[in-house]
């Protein structure tokens, strides 16, 4: 349990005075020290306690991240005669780092608790008492963001009474009624926007699967569906023995492709990178689909064997050795990432930005150290980034450089942030390396990758 006596001296030394941020490292480290014990009901008691501080945690990270961006907005920033990304790129991508977030989503942490804060004020002392989440609080900040802020105090005031004991549907339920009954005329601007927005996303998941997700006007959505649901009555009725799931995924695929993905393999391009063992065919290594994540070896082999015997696959191997799990580096005497080295560079970084929890596609392949300061177009001076990421690196007090690393260390990049945060990335570990491996000499590495390279 916590040590109450030093939890009240803590208390009292904090009470009027600043927090600092030793201080709440005190709090944070006081709260890790935890032993549940006692009878249940006592345990119950302890974890609304810790949901009330979880809350209040957020509360106070609303207002942190509003009163950081302000200021940070405030500073006068020198541009030294290059173009800057928007400022909420750049304090956003800082927000990130301290919460551990994407990029993109600390730029919405800043978005969002400026709103709670500004326009938001009964929802935000809602969160600070524990009677929402941090969760359920955005989701209110981001339902009204079409609204002015006018209107965002108005639903604000209309929805206190109800928030307590909401859950997370019924919340955005809320929200929406209180604003088609205060702003009727924003509320339908707002739909025919979206309704201009209409799109087609796609999402990996992580088995080997990933999401469609089309957005289209409801009476567009409902057509699609009938006829999916059409597609699944007339298999049935010919003893189709899919799922009806099955039946729709394929369906669908199929109209908007041509080929019906039950019955004809697909054109496939692999990009397998291997290790030894693997390469001379007795590894389990997976496969490394660049931008995607890893297959199963068996899933891959079947994949490509389908593939192969329709006459629609093309094997392309790359040698990865198995003590620094890199591929090989590569230089280029033009300015630009292309060709074969871009394609490195892609592979090195698993197809994912680089940044710090940043799990975006690469966009971008960027210079570490920039061209025109005198650096390399070489893969230890190159970096694939998010197209966010990269001009956020552009940032007057920003800086990376890549440090000197013994040989046949995975690639890492080092940098500052304007406000002095410390960042550090390492590529992904490829297929192959030590755990279990052959130790196999220098020729026969050499001849592995000569081989791989024939072939």
């Known amino acids: 349990m916590i040590d109450e006596g030093k939890e009240a ?43 009330r501080v979880k809350a209040a945690a957020a509360a106070a990270q609303v207002a942190v991240t509003a009163a950081f961006a302000d200021e940070a907005d405030a500073e006068q920033v020198q541009t030294r005669g290059r173009r800057t990304p928007p400022r909420a790129m750049s304090i956003g991508a800082e927000v990130a780092l301290a919460t551990l977030a994407s990029p993109w989503a600390g730029e919405q942490r800043v978005l969002l608790s400026r709103r709670l804060r500004d326009d938001l004020p009964c929802t935000c002392a809602a969160l600070a008492r ?10 209110v900040a981001r339902e009204v963001g079409h609204l002015d802020p006018a209107r965002r105090r108005v639903v604000d005031a209309d929805l206190e009474p109800r928030l307590p004991g909401l859950g997370d549907h019924r919340i955005r339920e809320a929200v929406r009624r209180s604003c088609q009954t205060t702003a009727a005329d924003a509320e339908a601007g707002r739909h025919r926007r979206a309704r ?7 999402r990996r998941l992580d088995d080997g699967t990933g999401q469609l997700v089309a957005t289209l006007p409801l009476e567009v959505l409902a057509g699609v569906r009938a006829s999916l649901d059409d597609a699944v009555a007339t298999a049935r009725a010919e003893g189709d023995p899919r799922t009806a799931g099955q039946v729709r995924a394929d369906v669908l695929a199929a109209r ?25 065919g007795a590894g389990t290594e997976p496969g490394l689909i660049p931008g995607e994540g890893f297959l199963p070896a068996a899933l891959c082999t079947d994949l490509v064997r389908r593939a192969s015997a ?41 197809g994912t930005c680089r940044t710090p929890g940043c799990n975006a596609v690469i966009r971008h392949l960027d210079h570490v150290q920039r061209d025109a300061d005198g650096g390399r177009t070489s893969a230890v001076n190159g970096q694939g980034l998010c197209e966010r990421c990269n001009y956020v690196k552009e940032t007057p007090g920003w800086t990376s450089w890549v440090p000197v690393l013994p040989p046949r260390s995975r690639h890492e990049v080092h940098g500052v942030t304007e406000h002095l945060r410390i960042t550090r990335s390492t590529s992904p570990p490829l297929p192959g390396g030590p755990a279990g491996a052959t130790d196999y000499s220098p020729a026969e590495r050499q001849l592995a990758s000569n081989f791989t390279l024939a072939s």
């Not at 524990?130 to 989701?139: C, H, I, K, Q």
């Open 9 to 51: 001296a803590v208390g009292a030394d904090r009470a009027g005075a600043a927090w600092q941020a030793s201080d709440l490292h005190d709090l944070a480290d006081l709260l890790a020290g935890l032993v549940p014990s006692g009878l249940p009901a006592d345990l119950l008691d302890q974890l609304e306690a810790l949901q």
């Open 130 to 139: 524990g009677d929402l989440t941090e969760d359920r609080a955005f989701a």
């Open 196 to 202: 201009a927005d209409r799109r087609v996303t796609t």
């Open 256 to 280: 908007v492709t041509g080929l019906d993905p039950s019955v004809e393999s697909p054109q496939v391009r692999v990009n397998l990178v291997i290790g030894v063992e693997s390469l001379l």
């Open 310 to 350: 329709a006459a629609k696959a093309t094997l392309r191997r790359l040698f990865a050795a198995p003590d620094g799990r890199s591929l090989v580096a590569m230089e280029s005497s033009s300015r630009r990432f292309d060709g074969l080295l871009a394609e490195l560079l892609r592979l090195r970084d698993g």
